[in-house]
């Protein structure tokens, strides 16, 4: 059983972030598991505390000690600690007959948090994730009440009850074989909340929010590594505070070092933007990190997952490594591509245009400014990157209810791709197999998009080998592409 122990309480008054870091060691190395409320709690405090401008200026605690935080007192989250119980065991009255959660006790405890939440409030606001927000504000964004769910559901003696994840959405899967899964928390805006409910077997299993049904099921250590991820040190849009960032990073390394993120690709990929900023000594350094989340999406999420890609390629964009972004960038198009675009992906449609339309168009106005000796302008396998990067975006229009592309994509794109000079165009070779893929491939070797994959009746054509070839000219790429290529031949 979980809980709150007296070799817990004896860690407190906590003062700075090593004695954070061995309540979270004694929490998680333990047979029993993690307490989720009480890590959920104690991380609140500290963050809401540095970051809220209010007393941030008047914090009183040793700035000389190593990595000090204000006076964390026990009785603060013993409060806020029983505070939660209570609202559970009083709201939820169970008897603890069922050694398995139901729909119905699911949907109840959903209900608690859900009606308890303030009428109206800004939910995008930052610092509302945590059971502190939720017990002190009755305020929560909507991973908030997904993960306060399956607090409140531990809380109650259900240990079956976890957080499935998406890159986008939170929900919950539970029964004797986990193989039960409910809506419990609302997503995006102005769409009516589906609590209760299973996940989309509609057009709505079809798109990137449910990705492709390879969500990241957690287990209780997971749950933590969630909690951890959703931790945001930002003060105000410009400044993060320094000790709620070293310690969400010192967090995900102590789990990183547990081995709880093997199948977690974004909080690998938040480790790597935190050890991007400011490295830690003797650990594995950032760019290998953003490899081993593409590796684990590839390895336990059947290559479905977009973000390992766009952390990865944000990472070469970030130190000028064009060639490589490209890459990352193209391959996270042949995800995408899977999937049917629906009103649902807003987030993810954001990231391809940010990339498609701001990043893309300055590395190009960088690159043809004439002072880069070794420019891309001059690499064929740029320019079959770029290409497969744009053919992925209209295959994930293709078949697709809400369309993608508007005119407001084609002059950066005919813009960039007319920044290669023919010579390097022509050393392209687009070779189109019988299931009218396209692959993209340089003269001497040849760039496959790693998926086969007939997206309609969802099968993957055996044969990825070399086929009845055909060149550019002859192309069967996507129409808008093919006319777009062809304006610029
Ligand atoms: C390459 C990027 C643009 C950089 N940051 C990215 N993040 C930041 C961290 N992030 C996450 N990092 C860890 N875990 C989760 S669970 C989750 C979610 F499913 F959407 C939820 F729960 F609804 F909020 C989001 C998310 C979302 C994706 S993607």
């Known amino acids: 059983m979980a809980g709150f122990r007296d070799i817990d309480k004896a860690l407190f008054p906590i003062k700075n972030i090593n004695t954070v870091l061995q309540l979270f060691r004694q929490q998680l190395e333990d047979t029993c598991e993690p307490d989720l409320a009480l890590l959920s709690i104690v991380v609140g405090i500290i963050e809401n505390s540095l970051t ?74 930052a610092h509302l994730q945590s059971l502190y927000s939720y017990l002190t504000g009755s305020k929560l964004d909507c991973f908030g009440v997904a993960f306060a769910v399956v607090a409140g559901c531990q809380t109650l003696g259900y240990n079956d009850v976890h957080l499935a994840l998406s890159e986008d959405h939170a929900w919950v899967v539970f029964g004797e074989h986990g193989t039960e899964n409910a809506e419990v928390t609302w997503h995006g805006k102005g769409n009516e909340d589906k609590r209760g409910q299973e996940i989309g077997k509609g057009v709505s299993s079809r798109s990137w929010l449910y990705v492709n049904n390879k969500p990241v099921i957690c287990t209780r250590q997971m749950e933590v590594a969630a909690l951890v991820s959703a931790i945001n040190p930002s003060l105000n849009s410009t400044h993060d505070a320094y000790e709620v960032s070293l310690l ?60 390992p890609y766009t952390y990865q390629g944000g990472y070469f964009y970030r130190n000028k490594m064009y060639k490589e972004a490209f890459e990352s960038w193209a391959n996270a198009s042949d995800v995408i591509r899977l999937y049917n675009y629906s009103r649902d992906d807003e987030e993810i449609y954001k990231e391809f245009l940010e990339i498609a339309n701001e990043l893309i168009p300055h590395i190009m106005k960088v690159e043809s400014s004439g002072f880069s000796a070794n420019t891309i302008l001059k690499k064929p396998e740029c320019f079959a990157n770029l290409l497969r990067f744009y053919d992925g975006i209209c295959q994930w229009e293709e078949g697709s209810a809400t369309p993608v592309l508007h005119i407001g994509w084609a002059k950066p794109l005919v813009n960039t791709i007319s920044k290669f000079d023919a010579d390097v165009r022509a050393q392209v070779n687009i070779v189109c197999d019988k299931s009218g893929e396209e692959k993209f491939s340089k003269k001497n070797g040849s760039y496959f998009n790693n998926n086969n994959y007939d997206k309609e009746n969802g099968s993957h054509n055996s044969d990825a080998s070399k086929s009845n070839e055909t060149d550019i000219s002859a192309g069967n790429f996507h129409p808008s592409l093919e006319a777009l290529t062809a304006a610029c031949s």
């Open 52 to 125: 809220s401008r209010s007393n941030a200026a008047l914090q009183v605690y040793e700035p000389f000690e190593q990595n000090s935080l204000p006076l964390l007192e026990l009785d603060a989250v013993e409060t806020l600690y029983d505070k939660f119980q209570n609202i559970m065991n009083t709201a939820v009255n169970i008897n603890k007959s069922k050694s398995f959660a139901t729909r119905d006790l699911v949907k109840r405890v959903s209900d608690v948090i859900w009606n308890s939440l303030t009428r109206s409030y800004y939910k995008d606001r």
């Open 248 to 307: 969400q990073q010192e967090l995900l390394w102590l789990l990183y070092d547990l081995g709880h993120l093997k199948k977690y690709p974004m909080a690998i990929g938040n480790l790597g933007d935190l050890e991007e900023i400011s490295s830690k000594e003797g650990k594995v350094p950032c760019k290998t990190l953003f490899e081993e989340a593409i590796v684990s999406a590839r390895r336990y999420y059947n290559n479905q997952h977009v973000y």
